[in-house]
């Protein structure tokens, strides 16, 4: 049981290249996330599906898109990299279960962009 | 509306001390409110949790103190020891917004002395 796996752990872009964040967990979760995470910001949602084939946006969309294929896989995709995109990416999964939330993160992948 | 305000930025206690972080929301239909524990290099993880109808939650050496009237929520760990020494995230949820979706605080880094 991996739990919420990130691939890659570590990228180096070039401004104006593309490039797809892959998620996947093993937990069967409805809901999945992707945040940022930049240095005195916290941690900022970018996307979330609450379900296959469902995608919406969150605080910090611009740049970004995702697709949920699959119910245990969320991409976050970046078509044309800008050196603002320069963050730690964590993707999330949970499962709506009344009075709890709890929110199960990936190790994140550190994202450079020249 | 959506914002919450956590202080301090950083920490530094003795160990067996107890440090506190506030956090302060403005939002009155938020309805859960957790906190996260985030080691370096890791991905945040839950540390415990509380909803408005009590006014405190203890578990094990961490305790959350909730005041509704005041909108705000603290941590607060006992007998701190440097296994602590981690970033700790406030978040709320709730409202229009669905409990899913966690608006976090900006962190605050602990360091605890040996």
């Known amino acids: 049981n991996a739990g919420v796996t990130q691939t890659p752990k570590f990228r180096v872009l070039k401004t104006g290249q593309s490039m797809t964040l892959l998620c996947a967990q093993d937990m069967n979760h409805e809901y999945m996330y992707w945040y940022r995470q930049d240095p005195g910001m916290g941690l900022r949602l970018i996307h979330y599906?609450?379900?296959?084939?469902?995608?919406a946006k969150g605080e910090v969309p611009d740049g970004y898109n995702v697709s949920r294929l699959k119910k245990q896989n969320f991409l976050l995709g970046l078509e044309s990299a800008a050196p603002s995109q320069t963050s730690v990416y964590f993707c999330?999964?949970?499962?709506?279960?009344?009075?709890?939330?709890?929110?199960?993160f990936g190790p994140g992948t550190r994202l450079l962009v020249l | 509306q959506q914002q919450v305000k956590q202080s301090p930025q950083s920490l530094i206690v003795q160990k067996g001390g107890i440090p506190i972080i506030n956090c302060a929301y403005e939002n009155t239909a938020f309805d859960y409110f957790p906190w996260y524990q985030q080691f370096p290099g890791k991905g945040p993880a839950l540390l415990i949790a509380?909803?408005?109808?009590?006014s405190e939650k203890k578990e094990g050496r961490f305790t959350i103190s909730f005041n509704k009237s005041a909108k705000q929520f603290s941590l607060h760990i006992m007998d701190s020891q440097p296994g602590d020494s981690a970033t700790y995230f406030c978040a709320a949820s709730g409202g229009t917004s669905g409990t899913y979706k966690y608006i976090f605080g900006t962190g605050t880094r602990l360091k605890v002395l040996a």
């Open positions: 509380i909803r408005p109808d009590v």
């Open positions: 599906s609450v379900g296959e084939g469902t995608t």
């Open positions: 999330a999964s949970s499962q709506p279960q009344g009075a709890v939330e709890t929110q199960y």
